[in-house]
Structures are given as structure tokens and as C-alpha cells.
């Protein structure tokens, strides 16, 4: 099953700001600005924060960002917070058959 | 507000077919497409496919177009999700999600299921 690759972990101190990297290929996200990425906390639906890249759905915290550079994209959050803990997944539109994909997820945790 | 509620945990033997329904509220429910996402357990999200209720059109993973199918009846706004021939790696935690262009702006709460003899 292909998926865009994301690091398994990813972790800093309140305060801080990290990123989290989501590399495809030049047939998804090298090729549309159709870059989601969803937040799940342990036992929950994941829950959109990005999509068309960089832009955030109403209610979502102006600490998280997106954005891209050829086939990767990318997701910082500014001033981390305790409740920033949590899985996070990329996707992009393929334009192929495949059509849709996920990245393999990062566990974000703060020290 | 836009909430999508799905049926309850399943447990099946292996060969038999599964089929979780999504039901939708707070929008119009042929305007905005249905996609169904997958998570076994300890691992990521998986695409499975979506509908467009308007049309019925839909479109499936690869590896699961054989097996699955989805559905939708507008007169109740409600999403349907089969799938086929069940095997132990079928087991997991199904999401429908609401499809505005290539994003999943809304979720339901997760369907569990399990595939086991």
C-alpha cells in the first residue's frame, strides 16, 4: 500500500516549534496543492487543521502552518502545547489511479 | 453543525461481509462527497474510496475494489460501506469523513470491527 513518508516521531519542549516532513513524489504532492493534514489524539477521529497546503479550517489554531517545496510538504506548529500531542497525517490527491493517499503518520510529543 | 454518526462495533468470522452505515446532518448531503478511511490497530489511515451522492459515482482504492462497496440513500442521508470476503487484516477502526474538494473536513466517530474465528 503506498503512502507518502512522514518520520515515525517528532518532539519538543513547550515553547518551541517543530515541523513535521511529508515527502511524495512529483505524481502527488509534487503535483497538486491538494495537501491535507489531520490531527488524532489517542482513541479519536482524526481532525482536519490543513488542507490546499496551507490553508486552516475555521477554528483551528493560527500556531499551525503549512506549506511545500517540490514533493514535500510540511506542518509547523509554533509555540508547542501539551494538548499538540498527538498523531498527525499528511495526505494528498494523486491524480492517478491510486487517486488518494495518506502519509504514514508522526507522533508529535512534548517534553 | 455538520455531524456524520456510524453504526456500532461488529464482530465477524472470517469469509462474511461487514456493512457500516454513516448518517449525516447539518448540510446538504448530496452536495459534498463521502469518503470512507480505514485504521488497523497501532496503525495509520488508510484510503478506501468515496461516493458522490449526487451521482452515485465512486471511486476505490486498488487493492480493495474487488471487495468493497459503497452506497448512499438520499432520502435519509446516509452512507453505506460493504465489504466482502472479511479477512483477520480487515479488522479495524472504519471512518466515514465528509469530501469537500481533496480534503475530509468532518468525521464520524469510527465503526469498530472485528474479523476473527
Known amino acids: 500500500q503506498f503512502a507518502l513518508t512522514q518520520p515515525a516521531s517528532v518532539s519538543g519542549s513547550p515553547g518551541q516549534s517543530i515541523t513535521v516532513s511529508c515527502t511524495g513524489t512529483s505524481s502527488d504532492v509534487g503535483s497538486f496543492d491538494f495537501v491535507s493534514w489531520y490531527q488524532q489524539h489517542p482513541g479519536k477521529a482524526p481532525k482536519l487543521i490543513i488542507y490546499?497546503?496551507?490553508k486552516r479550517p475555521s477554528g483551528i489554531s493560527n500556531r499551525l502552518s503549512g506549506s511545500k517545496s517540490g514533493n514535500t510538504a510540511s506542518l509547523t506548529i509554533s509555540g508547542l502545547q501539551a494538548e499538540d500531542e498527538a498523531d498527525y497525517y499528511c495526505s494528498s490527491y494523486t491524480g492517478s489511479s491510486t487517486l488518494y493517499v495518506f502519509g504514514t503518520g508522526t507522533k508529535v510529543t512534548v517534553l | 453543525q455538520v455531524q456524520l454518526v456510524q453504526s456500532g462495533t461488529e464482530v465477524k468470522k472470517p469469509g462474511a461481509s461487514m456493512k457500516v452505515s454513516c448518517k449525516a446532518s447539518?448540510?446538504?448531503?448530496?452536495?459534498?462527497?463521502i469518503s470512507w478511511v480505514r485504521q488497523a490497530p497501532g496503525q495509520g489511515l488508510e484510503w478506501m474510496g468515496w461516493?458522490?451522492?449526487?451521482?452515485?459515482?465512486?471511486f476505490y482504492a486498488q487493492n480493495l475494489q474487488d471487495r468493497v462497496t459503497m452506497t448512499t440513500d438520499t432520502s435519509t442521508s446516509t452512507a453505506y460501506m460493504e465489504l466482502r470476503s472479511l479477512r483477520s487484516d480487515d479488522s479495524a477502526v472504519y471512518y466515514c469523513?465528509?469530501?469537500?474538494?481533496?480534503?475530509?473536513?468532518?468525521w464520524g466517530q469510527g465503526t469498530l470491527v472485528t474479523v476473527s474465528s
Open positions: 461516493i458522490n451522492p449526487n451521482s452515485g459515482n465512486t
Open positions: 469523513a465528509r469530501k469537500v474538494r481533496w480534503e475530509l473536513d468532518s
Open positions: 447539518g448540510y446538504t448531503f448530496p452536495n459534498y462527497g
Open positions: 490546499d497546503v496551507s
